[in-house]
């Protein structure tokens, strides 16, 4: 039987005194070939899969942050409205003193109107402040401690805009001790805020949107319940799938909740949901309390 040899085996160098045999089986058998002359270029396939794994790790968190950003500047397109509102009746105000105090001869009269002109143009500031805020991208830093209270403080100040009519009544239940959770401080904050959002706009302008946290047993929990019109049961699962949404056209991407439940499972924590019909929906988040790490 002819075998070719060393002219088949790609980027081997002239072997010395090297044997080949055929076993029992019919296989080549190299006995020093393979160990003392290793193919040119080539890495030890652990090392490939490991450097390959790595890179697909980088791009898909590079996919997903670009993903929650996408998510993040479409529902600022559904607070359009509630912007326009909150930055128009400041306005109003400052046009109104500054008229006045143009034909206003008392300077006590004068010094009021300002400072009330002041005050409203301070009002614009904090909500250009909570917008933009909310809008820049997240950053790739580390888990931090985050405060459970104050990030819920400020995320309904900005899904607040979710409703031009501002008929909501707000119900806050806060655990009297402070409670910290390791995450990123703007994931965290838009999670918050798209679960607040959907409930705003269950509402449609009316009803009362109940926040609560507590600590159980080393767990932090957070509750976002509405007195919207709920969820339908068939829905319930299907809700967090990529693109699935019961909006309007125009008024969501099917990618809030999914994004949520994703942001949620990266720092170990878990969502549910209840819901009824014509009764409304409580999303509950529960995450590893940060004292424990």
């Not at 044997?19 to 070939?33: K, P, R, S, T």
């Not at 010094?111 to 909570?130: F, H, L, P």
């Not at 820049?136 to 899904?159: F, M, Q, S, Y």
């Not at 942001?263 to 949901?273: C, H």
Request: aromatic share 6%; with cysteine.
């Amino acid at each position: 039987m002819n075998i070719p040899a060393q002219r088949d085996l790609l980027c081997f160098r002239e072997p010395k005194d090297n044997h080949m045999n055929m076993d029992a089986l019919g296989g080549l058998i190299v006995d020093d070939l393979a160990s003392t002359n290793p193919p040119c270029q080539v890495e030890p396939l652990g090392k490939v899969d490991s450097r390959s794994d790595l890179n697909l790790l980088h791009e898909n968190s590079r996919i997903q942050a670009k993903l929650f950003q996408a998510e993040k500047l479409a529902t600022l397109g559904t607070f359009a409205s509630g912007i326009a509102h909150d930055i128009n009746n400041p306005l109003y105000v400052m046009i109104g003193f500054a008229g006045n105090i143009l034909s206003e001869q008392d300077f006590e009269v004068i010094r009021e109107q300002a400072q009330s002109i002041v005050d409203a143009g301070k009002r614009i500031q904090m909500t250009c402040r909570n917008i933009t805020q909310y809008a820049r991208a997240t950053n790739g830093r580390d888990p931090v401690k985050v405060d459970v209270t104050h990030t819920l403080n400020e995320a309904v100040k900005i899904a607040q805009y979710a409703s031009a009519l501002q008929a909501l009544s707000v119900v806050k239940r806060y655990d009297a001790c402070s409670l910290e959770v390791l995450a990123n401080p703007e994931e965290l904050l838009q999670v918050l805020v798209n679960l607040m959002t959907n409930s705003i706009q269950a509402m449609k302008g009316n009803g009362t949107l109940t926040l609560s946290s507590w600590d159980q047993d080393d767990i932090a929990n957070i509750s976002i319940s509405d007195t919207g019109c709920g969820i339908a049961s068939e829905n319930l699962e299907k809700i967090f799938q990529p693109f699935f949404t019961t909006k309007p056209s125009g008024e969501g991407t099917g990618l809030g909740l999914h994004n949520v439940r994703a942001i949620i499972k990266k720092y170990n924590g878990k969502l549910s949901v209840e819901s009824q019909l014509g009764k409304g929906t409580s999303f509950l988040i529960q995450f590893p309390k940060a004292s424990i790490h």
